[in-house]
């Protein structure tokens, strides 16, 4: 894994060189073992690298890369798993080749430069962002992954386009200021991150997952941007699969299931330097440990984090499943302390507003495992693939026994139930002990019945999912310009409509949440500390399956991934993962409360938000008077803010 930066047209970069050490020198997280230039004058093309070696740690594998025959230049992030596979091939059809080393990246590149680019991504198992030069037809082709596991900015700016694994190479260019995107950050405050393909910044976008786009010089002269192209249609793979049932028994599927997922995972297992796994031990990361130990000849490194606090520390089960299974485990308790001291660090992390707060657990565990390990796998993706998320079976029922409802009686009951201070739901549920729902007795009780409250307001099935996805009340109402906000239940590709609610909401969080929400987390949480992570959901033969299994192995039921829960329960006893879905987050809430109060404090100061001349200050300081009386539950909503102050603050640091 790796970063890359560079541009094309040279425009208003003034020394070629220069500019292009500056963008590789501001992502030098991403790869601190090397870093490699190509620049083409004539042609206005530069092209820079920085490495974190994983397969082939000689300077074979070093990059910007040039093809045999000279053709092709191109700059690579990420890792192709089956290249051995690709590189066989080529062999079986043009004879024996002089490599020139080992690594994925000359396999790739030498099967673009001799079967073109499509046909080579059509075969692809892998992560990767990547920026192809052709020196023939003099045009630059940038990719991205599959699922967006990889980063790929790009965008105009005075007559050169811009391209980078992280916005911060860009704003390393002398003169580089666009105008923020009010839009995007009304997004930002809406839902905890920036939906792409949208950025922080006007003019600048994320590449979508699975796309590409070819740019030539006159493009971008003229100041035209082609729209990128899709290499690959998840949308359409996943309709041929429902169109293709899995017709066997679900012991089969069973079976098939565990042969697609172990050999994804071995595939993963490639390195040259030393791997680990985070582990949770919940569902998709205690399967990813359990495949790993099964193919390894000695115990898996394994990490986890802890909170002592009830219905967030899953300590005790990850410790539980890494005993089971026989790995060599780190675990690091959390305190709020720790919290606040990474905070100014994990704003620097993220280059534009980012407040999902499971990025402090995630940057910890990436911090703690760095220590031991250069690869760590993860369970990412488990939740979209095999339907996970409790909105994609709790929404539906909640839906169909609301929608006949009157909407102002709703309006109604959702008011009625905001109005109920948390203090008092917390307290009721802990008196019911196990007669409490289930979903409610995870110590999170408050939280459930807010996000309860906030989607029964709603006036359709699509505002419901929005709401759904949406982790704040009236996030136009923090800011005090004006902003036009996003619906994400509105991008559904038309050919999707005769799915059900589930389906559809799987389909929109694999093109929106988990690219631009939990992959960033994971991405720049891990680059940060120079950690490259992988995960074995994230393989389209794989997502092909999933989407042919009969519903009640997914979504369909009562709790969600059925089918990956036996394949599990195979290879770890039930007890010990069965339980509440709790998610790798912290108790912001409580916290704010408590141990970060002060610091919470200072940054809602009128004062203090008033700085960037964006925020409604009267309103945000009426929301944390609120929080702290316990009237409300407003820590999402507070945490987009603190975030948003941190992220500004690291600019300006």
């Not at 407040?355 to 979209?384: I, K, N």
């Not at 009157?406 to 109604?412: D, E, F, G, M, S």
């Not at 949480?525 to 997914?554: G, H, I, K, N, Q």
């Amino acid at each position: 894994m790796c970063g890359l930066a560079g541009f094309f047209g040279f425009g208003a970069v003034g020394d070629a060189a220069a500019s292009l050490t500056a963008m590789t020198d501001a992502i030098v997280h991403r790869g601190p073992d090397a870093d490699g230039a190509w620049i083409d004058g004539e042609a206005q093309i530069a092209l820079g690298h920085r490495r974190l070696s994983i397969i082939d740690l000689s300077p074979s594998g070093a990059q910007p890369m040039v093809s045999h025959d000279g053709r092709m230049a191109f700059a690579f992030n990420g890792e192709v798993y089956n290249y051995l596979d690709i590189r066989a091939d080529l062999e079986a059809r043009y004879g024996p080749i002089e490599w020139r080393g080992h690594s994925d990246s000359e396999v790739v590149l030498e099967a673009f430069a001799r079967d073109g680019i499509q046909p080579v991504l059509d075969r692809i198992d892998g992560m990767f962002a990547m920026a192809v030069f052709d020196r023939e037809t003099r045009e630059l082709t940038l990719v991205r992954d599959a699922f967006g596991e990889k980063p790929l900015y790009y965008g105009l700016w005075q007559g050169s386009l811009l391209f980078a694994s992280e916005l911060r190479s860009m704003e390393a260019l002398e003169g580089f200021a666009p105008a923020m995107d009010l839009d995007a950050l009304g997004d930002f405050f809406k839902y905890s991150y920036i939906p792409g393909p949208s950025t922080i910044w006007q003019g600048i976008s994320k590449l979508p997952p699975a796309h590409r786009i070819t740019v030539k010089l006159d493009d971008i002269r003229e100041a035209r941007m082609p729209q990128p192209v899709a290499w690959w249609d998840a949308v359409g793979d996943a309709l041929a699969a429902r169109g293709a049932t899995f017709a066997g028994s679900a012991r089969e599927a069973r079976e098939e299931g565990d042969r697609l997922l172990m050999a994804s995972a071995g595939r993963r297992l490639m390195s040259d330097v030393p791997l680990g796994a985070f582990l949770s031990g919940g569902i998709d990361s205690s399967m990813t440990v359990a495949l790993m130990q099964a193919q390894a000849d000695r115990p898996v490194r394994t990490f986890s984090i802890g909170m002592d606090v009830p219905g967030f520390d899953e300590s005790p089960a990850a410790r539980a499943v890494a005993e089971h299974l026989g790995t060599d485990h780190t675990e690091l308790v959390l305190t709020p302390a720790q919290v606040q001291d990474a905070i100014p660090r994990i704003a620097h992390v993220h280059d534009e507003p980012f407040a999902d707060s499971s990025q402090v657990p995630t940057f910890l565990v990436s911090q703690m495992a760095r220590e031991h390990v250069t690869v760590a796998l993860s369970g990412d993706g488990g939740d979209e693939i095999f339907g996970g998320y409790n909105r994609y079976f709790n929404g539906p029922r909640v839906w169909n026994r609301v929608a006949g409802l009157p909407a102002p009686l709703r309006k109604a009951a959702g008011g009625a139930l905001a109005a109920i201070p948390q203090g008092l739901i917390d307290g009721a549920t802990r008196l019911a002990g196990p007669l409490a729902p289930k979903e409610l007795a995870a110590g999170r009780a408050s939280e459930k019945v807010q996000k309860l409250a906030r989607v029964l307001a709603t006036q359709d099935e699509r505002a419901f999912h929005d709401r759904l996805l949406a982790t704040a009340d009236a996030p136009e109402t923090m800011l005090s310009v004006d902003a036009r906000l996003s619906r994400l239940s509105e991008r559904q590709d038309a050919r999707a409509a005769a799915l059900d609610f589930a389906q559809r909401a799987m389909l929109v969080d694999t093109a929106n949440y988990m690219p631009d929400d939990v992959l960033v987390k994971v991405d720049r949480a891990a680059m940060a500390v120079s950690l490259e992570t992988r995960t074995p959901y994230l393989e389209r033969d794989l997502f092909r399956f999933a989407w042919s299994l009969p519903e009640e192995l997914r979504a369909g039921g009562k709790e969600g991934k059925r089918l990956l829960r036996d394949m599990l329960y195979a290879r770890v006893p039930r007890e010990l993962v069965d339980r509440p879905k709790a998610g790798f987050s912290i108790p912001v809430g409580r916290w704010l409360r408590g141990g970060l109060r002060e610091w919470a404090e200072s940054e809602l100061s009128r004062d203090a938000l008033a700085r960037s001349g964006l925020l409604d200050a009267d309103t945000i300081r009426r929301r944390w008077q609120e929080h702290l009386s316990g009237k409300r539950d407003h820590e999402t909503l507070l945490w987009n803010v603190l975030m948003f102050q941190a992220w500004q603050h690291g600019r300006a640091g």
